[in-house]
């Protein structure tokens, strides 16, 4: 929440409504081990991974509804660990990345193989045949028909991917907004196990460029068994009022 009072008082020209997801916590138990097969995953996933999965698909899950719920338009949806690197601009014209890390469409091939993307200001279409996007801490949905659509698909199948995966998979967004918006804080994410402040050098930026400050200490924030925290913000022009004093929404 202090976070969100940091970015309304920035924006509060263009944040009409804040809304707080709470994070969603797994706990396994004998009666609930079959929710493991719900994750389509490599064979060595441990067990605490998995289900900290399972609760981050569960958390959007929940941000999507509320969009559904509200009716709104112009919808972010922000990770706990989304943090802010560029000007907020207004409400892009259609769903896209505001933050992420562009890879080969093959992950086998993240870091032998170069990208080559010619980018502008503002929304870029996504190649998927040279590129995508992953990682979720920053997504922009225009409508909320798109999210009561996308809601339907984490439901639907019998089986999901880690949730950046499967958006990818299913090519979900079809466009980027560069240069990205929001950045992964640095921290030891204990969701995917990856090291310190990892992601947030793979995500400034969407990896395309480094950022030139010094290295600082990392912050460590618990993750585990559990999908982080939401902030769906819905973004208008016209608006310039809280609703409530615990929901994001842009215009």
């Known amino acids: 929440m202090e976070k969100s009072r940091i970015l309304y008082d920035k924006y509060k020209s263009k944040i ?18 079959p ?3 719900k994750l389509n995953t490599l064979y060595n996933t441990k ?8 609760g981050c698909i569960a958390a959007h899950r929940k941000a999507l509804l509320a969009i559904f719920s509200n009716q709104t338009h112009n919808n972010l949806i922000l990770e706990e660990d989304a943090g ?14 505001m933050g992420g890390w562009i890879i080969p469409p093959m992950i086998s ?4 193989v170069k ?5 502008h200001r503002g929304v ?23 999210a009561t659509q996308l809601l339907n698909m984490t439901i639907e199948p019998e089986k999901l991917k880690p949730y950046d995966i499967f ?15 929001f950045v992964q804080e640095k921290h030891i994410s204990e969701i995917d196990d990856k090291g310190a402040d990892a992601n947030y050098y793979r995500t400034y930026n969407y990896g395309l460029t480094k950022p030139t400050e010094k290295k600082g200490k990392s912050k460590r924030t618990r993750r585990r068994r559990r999908g982080g925290s939401k902030t769906t913000v819905s973004v208008s022009k016209r608006c310039k009022k809280i609703l409530t004093k615990r929901s994001f929404v842009f215009d």
């Not at 802010?84 to 990345?97: D, E, F, I, Q, V």
């Not at 870029?124 to 798109?146: C, P, Q, R, S």
């Not at 958006?167 to 918006?181: C, D, G």
């Open 16 to 33: 009409c409504h804040i809304q707080w997801v709470p994070a969603e916590y797994l706990t396994l138990t004998q009666c609930n081990r």
């Open 35 to 37: 929710m493991l097969k």
């Open 47 to 54: 067990k605490r991974s998995i289900i900290a999965k399972l």
């Open 84 to 97: 802010l690197m560029n000007t907020l601009p207004l409400p892009p014209g259609k769903s896209c990345y």
């Open 109 to 112: 091939q993240t870091g032998k």
């Open 115 to 119: 990208i080559d993307i010619k980018t």
């Open 124 to 146: 870029n279409k996504i190649n998927y045949e040279k590129f995508k996007i992953i990682t979720t801490h920053a997504l922009f949905i225009k409508g909320h028909d798109e």
């Open 167 to 181: 958006l990818a998979q299913e090519k979900t967004f079809n466009y980027f907004y560069y240069p990205s918006i």
